[in-house]
């Protein structure tokens, strides 16, 4: 089965950029997403296809990818960031896909 | 606005059958392929199972193959999930999220979950 790869934890203060990774062999042929899922709350998609934000998502979220790593970048993260964050992506076939096994960002 | 509103879960015994609903508005739901991806109580996510848009097409996770079976009603706007031979590990929250269409399997939108406890 295929595995995407995550940091558990990141921690930040307010302003302070987060950086969250996402490492999967296959990331260079698929494209990745990110998940935000705050406590208690269901996910909600923040970046999808490597690099687009959908609409109502704050522009200090991105992101990029790079070879095997995908990264989702908050540039001056926010207390109201706090949340798990979650990759997805599928192996090179298409067939099989996976989460990452998430990042819990604290913000503080 | 896009609307997926999930219900069917409750307390089942190991081995016993449940099935899962997913009530869809806001968007034209025959157009979209559809999932079930779950979530154990503070653990991570795990996709379950997808359906195309005309309920042809059917891909499970190995952890459900042979005892779960997603299915649509496109006139009804819902979505479905039967399981049967309920395992303590099946306990999670059970969400449908919806495929945004693009080059590979994903999801936009989720509804807020059912919660489904396998236990005696």
């Known amino acids: 089965s295929y595995e995407l790869t995550q940091a558990p934890s990141v921690s930040v203060s307010p302003g302070q950029t987060a950086r969250i990774t996402c490492s999967g062999d296959a990331l260079p042929k698929k494209y990745a997403y990110w998940y935000q899922q705050k406590s208690g709350q269901a996910p909600v998609l923040v970046i999808y296809e490597d690099t687009k934000r959908p609409s109502g998502i704050p522009e200090r979220f991105s992101g990029s990818t790079s070879g095997t790593m995908a990264t989702l970048t908050i540039s001056g993260a926010q207390v109201e960031d706090e949340a798990d964050y979650y990759c997805?992506?599928?192996?090179?076939?298409?067939?099989?896909?996976?989460f990452g096994g998430g990042t819990t960002l604290t913000v503080l | 606005e896009v609307h997926l509103v999930e219900s069917g879960g409750g307390l089942v015994q190991p081995g016993g059958s449940l099935r899962l609903s997913c009530a869809a508005s806001?968007?034209?739901?025959?157009?979209?392929?559809m999932n079930w991806v779950r979530q154990a109580p503070g653990k991570g996510l795990e996709w379950v199972a997808y359906?195309?848009?005309?309920?042809?097409?059917?891909n499970y996770a190995d952890s459900v193959r042979g005892r779960f079976t997603i299915s649509r009603d496109n006139a009804e706007n819902s979505l479905y999930l039967q399981m049967n031979s309920l395992r303590p590990e099946d306990t999670a929250f059970y969400y449908c999220?919806?495929?945004?269409?693009?080059?590979?399997?994903?999801?936009?939108?989720w509804g807020q979950g059912t919660l489904v406890t396998v236990s005696s």
């Open positions: 359906i195309n848009r005309d309920g042809s097409k059917m």
């Open positions: 999220a919806r495929d945004p269409g693009g080059q590979q399997l994903a999801f936009d939108y």
């Open positions: 806001g968007f034209t739901f025959s157009s979209f392929e």
């Open positions: 997805w992506s599928t192996d090179s076939g298409g067939n099989h896909g996976a």
